[in-house]
């Protein structure tokens, strides 16, 4: 199957095309900001209640009759852009697909080879987000704003988070293996030629979060910070962003836990200690994916992220307790303990967290509701710092292809570490109501991950979608969730090159992701909660139909407290979200449960985590028959606060072959 890398065939019909949107852009861009002046979000009347002048009101006095005057003069023009644009939309393209042209950046190909040095299987990371990129007009109906910006700001946040150092730790013991952070509360690494400190300084678990602010903690600018390095970017560049640490001890060494947590000889611990702990340490560094220059933490936040994986083994020797005092400075930034994972189940096979950052080495991401051009080509550019390949611009326009007119795509974006094999997407004919005006639909992606020693292609599908939002939709919602497991299915069957005789490609995982629109508490949503579709594909929050995992949490945030001082930022945010206290004030509930807009005043009367309509679901079915997939570890996120009013979440899958180290 060939990718489209431009949204119509030809060069003619694309000149055509810009001249038609030319002609339109001046009267769309003064109705929003018109519309946009009169629906003003709950930061900026909080700014303007400060204001005795009333400068704003005066403002829009002024402003509305030149925007009304510019408006009906543009509107002849729009017309005559109309006619051009609407038949054009026949020969438009489904999507772009857009790869990252700088090959000093470009590893795809490196990440492929990495299967093969694996022996017995790998993982994969996969994150989802509603990031809420509507034109400006109508973002605010959803208290947010300034969608330009914020499409730039959501693309270095994640890319920032994604591109953190991984640090593994090994602990070989056979006799101890309960851990705590009184023993691992600081360590020292030696990195680069010349030994320097570099400072960690963190509570460590299995999989836990560090604070990671690049060499430009706290700037909003990554590009401005690139000509202040000088020479010292260049040394960087090449800088590997894992490392492994060994701690050797005796075998009758002693290491005080109060608390220990051991988990199939996996140690754990939290909690800010004094550091205390005989053995030596040692570190050395794994291949990750490289940090680019100008990449810095999660801006305008001082959270930690908590997905830098950490393993832990025990052996023989002794270590000095001032080494053990010292710090590791990553990158002469500071890293702090932000959070602890919280695995209270242990009947859990899995870890589970609220973040403050996207997972590092993210290696898929499916957004939606990226509905304006111009901020997904702002989100694009920032991705590809991090992603070398990118579907964008997914859906249709007009009438084409669909019952209804389409004035907005469908929102969908799929950015990949991993080459795109094959594309395809298919509009919902059923949408109702203001959601019949968007192209919604489902994006089913193939993408290479890796190869054989016989040079068989290892493969997985991964499906993005986003379905019917208007709440009562349940019949709509029910019929698109069977339309998208036919339109998968008949996916799989047309871009499959293998025959179960002679295998040309393995499968590895098959995972969807999306908004749903639906959560598995509400009683007003048990249709959807009963489809079939998950009887084929596993939801990791999910018990049964009905009840959620103790754990899982609500991806709805409520609206108008986006801008609170106690959720504003992805630190605060991720800690009010721990408590239940928190999550009663600042997430959206079932509508059974609480009829009111505005959750404050309510807590007592309600129950569960709150609405959680953002879903990451994977199967065992369809896979190479020798292959097992497993959920390594599961993350809502904090890393968008104020951005949007989702909270992204994350799944990372470890693919294992059954080839086990002896």
């Known amino acids: 199957m060939v990718l489209y890398t431009s949204p119509f065939p030809n060069s003619f019909l694309s000149v055509l095309h810009s001249f038609s949107w030319g002609l339109i852009f001046p009267c769309y861009w003064l109705a929003d900001r018109l519309v946009a002046s009169f629906v003003p979000t709950t930061y900026e009347k909080r700014q303007r209640a400060d204001d005795p ?20 003069a543009s509107l002849p023009f729009a017309l005559i852009g109309f006619l051009l644009w609407s038949p054009l939309q026949s020969a438009r393209r489904p999507y772009i697909y857009s790869r990252l042209e700088d090959k000093n950046h470009a590893n795809g190909a490196t990440l492929l080879t990495e299967w093969k040095a694996a022996g017995n299987g790998k993982s994969f990371c996969f994150g989802s987000a509603n990031v809420c990129l509507l034109p400006d ?38 006799t101890n293996t309960s851990i705590s952070a009184a023993s691992f509360s600081s360590l020292v690494s030696p990195q680069g030629g010349d030994n320097t400190n570099r400072t960690v300084n963190a509570g460590i678990k299995r999989t836990t979060s560090m604070e990671y602010k690049g060499d430009n903690s706290g700037s909003n600018n990554s590009e401005d910070s690139r000509e202040d390095k000088g020479g010292a970017g260049e040394s960087n560049e090449g800088e590997e962003n894992s490392c492994i640490v060994r701690i050797n001890g005796e075998d009758n ?83 702090k303990k932000t959070s602890v994972r919280k695995k209270k189940h242990t009947d859990e096979t899995f870890d589970h967290e609220i973040s403050a950052f996207f997972p590092a080495n993210l290696d898929f991401l499916c957004l939606q509701e990226v509905f304006d051009k111009r901020a997904a080509e702002k989100l694009k550019e920032q991705l590809h710092h991090y992603f070398e390949y990118i579907v964008y611009d997914v859906g249709v326009y007009s009438c084409h292809g669909c019952c209804s007119f389409k004035f907005v795509n469908s929102g969908l974006l799929f950015a990949s570490r991993y080459p795109v094999m094959d594309a395809a997407y298919h509009c ?15 994006l089913f992606l193939k993408v290479q991950v ?30 698109q969730l069977d339309m998208l497991q ?32 639906f959560d598995n508490c509400s009683s007003e949503d048990k249709l959807e909660q009963q489809h079939s579709l998950f009887t084929h594909y596993k939801d990791p929050c999910r018990i049964g139909p009905g009840e959620d995992k103790p754990w899982a949490i609500g991806t709805l945030l409520d609206p108008e407290g986006l801008y609170d001082e106690e959720v504003c930022t992805p630190d605060n945010l991720q800690k009010v979200l721990e408590s239940e206290e928190g999550r009663k004030g600042y997430l959206v509930y079932p509508t059974s449960k609480n009829h009111s807009s505005s959750q404050k005043g309510r807590k007592a009367s309600l129950k569960g985590n709150g609405r ?32 949007t009013d989702h909270l992204p979440v994350a799944m990372r899958l470890m693919v294992s072959t059954g080839e086990d180290d002896p």
Not at 291 to 303: A, F, N, V
Not at 619 to 633: A, M
């Open 428 to 442: 919902y004919p059923n949408g109702r109501g203001t959601d019949s005006l968007a192209s919604k639909g489902a």
């Open 53 to 72: 002048c009333y400068f704003h009101a005066l403002c829009i006095i002024i402003t509305t009759p030149i925007y009304l005057a510019l408006l009906v």
């Open 450 to 479: 890796g190869s054989t020693p016989q040079d068989q292609r290892i493969v997985g599908y991964i499906s993005c979608t986003h379905l019917q939002a208007i709440a009562g939709d349940t019949t709509v919602r029910c019929e």
């Open 253 to 335: 060494g002693h290491m005080s836990d109060t608390e220990p947590d051991t988990v199939n000889g996996q140690a754990h611990a939290s909690g800010p200690a004094e550091p205390s702990l005989e053995g030596d340490v040692e570190i050395s560094k794994t291949p990750n994916h490289k940090q680019k220059e100008g990449d810095s933490g999660s801006l305008d936040s001082y959270s930690a992220s908590r997905e830098s994986l950490v393993k832990v083994r025990v052996g023989d020797g002794t270590v000095d307790q001032s080494t053990v005092n010292n710090k590791l400075l990553y990158k002469a930034s500071v890293m």
């Open 486 to 517: 036919d339109w998968l299915s008949e996916f799989r069957k047309s871009t499959s090159s293998s025959s179960t005789a002679n295998p040309e490609e393995l499968v590895a995982f098959d995972v969807i992701c999306g908004d749903l629109n």
């Open 137 to 174: 007009s109508l973002a605010r109906f959803n208290n947010v704003f300034n969608t330009q910006a914020r499409a730039k700001e959501i693309g270095r946040r994640i890319r920032n988070g994604a591109s953190r150092p991984q640090i593994k730790i090994y602990i070989d013991s056979p």
């Open 612 to 643: 959680r309509i953002d879903y990451m679901l994977y199967t065992e079915e369809g896979l190479y028959l020798e292959w097992k997939v497993e959920v390594e570890e599961f993350s809502f996120i904090t890393q968008l606060a104020g951005l």
